[in-house]
Nanobody, 123 residues
Framework: QVQLVESGGGSVQAGGSLRLSCAAS????????MAWFRQVPGKEREGVAHISSSLWTYYSDSVKGRFTISRDNAKKILYLQMSSLKPEDTAMYYC?????????????????WGQGTQVTVSS
């Protein structure tokens, strides 16, 4: 399994920006499909953004046009650039890795998960 460590979370005012990072331990990082998920207490975890090994990207409707997912395979880091943040973006954000992902936000296909990083957006 890939070890994943997220960073970059914090508190920001509405309209602000944050960049999350997810560092991977596996030297074959570039072969994995990667994604960001988020979860609010009491709610189900939801997919936010996905990037395949061939750099195809997919976003949830709620973040499309505001968030950008990218990866640096040489550094083994996944990024999530978040702009125009809204209070409803407040959540714990998790990165995940999988090598047999068929649907972008099929959580069962992601076998490795980070511990999460908290994002809080105030109005």
């Amino acid at each position: 399994q890939v070890q994943l460590v997220e960073s970059g979370g914090g508190s920001v005012q509405a309209g602000g920006s944050l960049r999350l990072s997810c560092a991977a331990s596996e030297y074959t990082f570039g072969t994995y499909s990667m994604a960001w998920f988020r979860q609010v207490p009491g709610k189900e975890r939801e997919g936010v953004a996905h990037i395949s090994s061939s750099l195809w990207t997919y976003y949830s409707d709620s973040v499309k046009g505001r968030f950008t997912i990218s990866r640096d395979n040489a550094k083994k880091i996944l990024y999530l650039q978040m702009s125009s943040l809204k209070p409803e973006d407040t959540a714990m954000y998790y990165c995940a890795a999988g090598n047999t992902v068929r649907a972008a936000f099929d959580q069962a296909a992601y076998k490795s998960w980070g511990q999460g990083t908290q994002v809080t957006v105030s109005s």
